[in-house]
């Protein structure tokens, strides 16, 4: 989530100056939204700065749970100094990690090229690794300060040894008696003139791997002037996003968070970048925006993307030949609306048939309306089925409905309002139309804009642009989305 950092700037591209208190509750109903979207095992990465990072990170604590906190990485924006600063050069953003579950979460390892130098010793099995003196050195905690790092180890000879500090003074173990003797085969003795010495073994994975840092340098994960020159050599001028972020940043936090055919959601698309690194990468996505860049960056990148003509970014590294495809999609407009005297009716530009196919999608049913039988709308099996009305049915309709549908058939009927009478109907399950249709649409309202007041005032927002992805051929599809009127495809092959 790359959201406007609420800097008071302008930018060409997002009115990037609300008013504290309503950038928060844009955000918050947001981070509601995706919270609820979330995997077991998912995490939310939201990019900011430091005008708003200490109060997201509040807002984040009481949505997501201080305990589902998992890390604030500081990425290094910036490859030099800015000279015009009056106070300092700021050159970081901050990436907020939150879990769904923390307990849940699986986080892969930062794959290294070549292990460090201190590695320098090998077992017999050939597996690298250092030795870490056991003992704490420097100014360490006496025993009264650290009672549980203080106890005898018993060396090769039998002799008992404290961990007492070169100068001979009282010192304590680096670790508890617990984990050493957990990891007794890693404790190395070396016996000197001046008695044993007793040193941990620190591995190197097999695999090159380590934990990720919390600190991520530019010349890991690139600069905002890398995603400038990136843009450019997509898009081939250089008035594009003003802070757009580089492929290679993505490509971590993507790694990191995901494994190949994993689904990826950036609700702040911007000019594509998340889209375009997760296609690269293997994974399933789906990009959200609102704005005219939807079809002047997105579309246009990702069609590089797809076609091999993009070779920029982590193409390279990840050696991207082209390949997949992806939907798009525009919102329509609300399918129920309140008419004058707010009741709720199907909006005039549907039909009822697309209310009983959105309904079916919501509930399970494959939309498969029977030309002969009126109540037949949907199926889930070849005796259980499902009708969507919007009209008030009494207990009378409800008796000759039930009669209809006899005792060897099911109906799960979705309906505005009903009165049974207090009678049961076996063959019958009587539920009002879903929340989701009915109570979350947006009514009357056409544009969805991010409702919140602008300094200074945006002018009306085009409409939301979504775009699902399609992996290469032989990787699953990307669930279609129920409610959004397809407007075009772009494809590998050319289908539509």
């Not at 970081?92 to 923390?102: E, V």
């Not at 649409?441 to 927002?461: C, F, G, M, R, T």
Request: with cysteine; aromatic share 10%; glycine share 8%.
């Amino acid at each position: 989530m790359d959201p406007p950092y609420n800097t008071g700037s302008a930018f060409e591209h997002y009115d990037d100056g609300m008013e504290h208190s309503l950038w928060l509750s844009m955000m918050r109903e947001r981070l509601e939204l995706l919270r609820e979207l979330l995997s077991d095992d998912g995490s939310i990465w939201i990019s900011i700065d430091d005008n708003e990072a200490h109060y997201l990170k509040v807002l984040c604590d009481e949505i997501f749970g201080r305990r589902n906190f998992v890390a604030d990485v500081i990425w290094e924006k910036s490859d030099s100094p800015k000279m015009d600063s009056q106070f300092f050069s700021s050159r970081h953003d901050d990436i907020l990690c939150y879990a769904r579950d923390k307990t849940s979460l699986v986080m892969n390892q930062i794959e290294v090229d070549v292990l460090p130098k201190h590695y320098d010793k090998r077992d017999s099995s050939g597996r690298p690794y250092y030795l870490k003196p056991l003992r704490a050195m420097g100014n360490a905690d006496s025993r009264a300060e650290r009672p549980s790092m203080y106890f005898g180890i018993e060396a090769p000879d039998g002799e008992l040894i404290f961990p007492f500090r070169q100068d001979g003074s009282e010192g304590r173990w680096r670790w508890s008696k617990e984990r050493i003797e957990q990891d007794e085969s890693r404790i190395e003795w070396i016996k000197t003139k001046n008695g044993w010495s007793v040193s941990y073994k620190i591995y190197g994975d097999e695999d090159n791997s380590r934990p990720p840092e919390t600190i991520w340098p530019h010349a890991e994960t690139s600069s905002n002037r890398t995603a400038k020159a990136e843009m450019t050599y997509l898009f081939g001028k250089k008035d594009n996003f003003s802070t757009p972020k580089p492929e290679r940043l993505l490509q971590r936090i993507i790694h990191l968070a995901t494994q190949p055919g994993d689904l990826v959601l950036d609700s702040f698309a911007g000019s594509g970048t998340t889209g375009a690194v997760a296609h690269k990468m293997g994974r399933r996505w789906i990009m959200v925006e609102l704005g005219e860049h939807a079809h002047t960056h997105i579309i246009p990148r990702l069609r590089k993307v797809i076609d091999g003509s993009d070779g920029g970014g982590i193409s390279a590294a990840v050696n991207w030949q082209g390949g997949g495809g992806f939907r798009y999609f525009r919102l329509a407009s609300s399918l129920i609306k309140k008419d004058g005297r707010g009741n709720e009716v199907i909006n005039p530009e549907y039909s009822a048939e697309m209310l009983a196919e959105a309904c079916c999608k919501l509930k399970g049913f494959t939309y498969e309306p029977s030309q002969v039988i009126w109540w037949q709308q949907g199926r889930s099996s070849e005796r259980d089925f499902l009708l969507v009305t919007t009209r008030y049915m009494d207990y009378a309709a409800l008796q000759d409905l039930s009669e209809e549908v006899g005792p060897e058939r099911s109906l799960l009927v979705l309906l505005k309002a009903y009165d049974r009478g207090g009678e049961v109907f076996d063959n019958l399950t009587l539920e009002k139309i879903p929340d989701s249709v009915l109570h979350l649409a947006e009514w009357d309202h056409d544009d969805y804009s991010l409702n919140v007041d602008n300094l200074p005032k945006a002018a009306p927002q085009p409409e939301l642009v979504a775009a699902a992805a399609r992996p290469a051929p032989g990787k699953a599809r990307a669930g279609e989305v129920g409610l959004f009127d397809a407007v075009g495809a772009d494809t590998a092959d050319g289908g539509a």
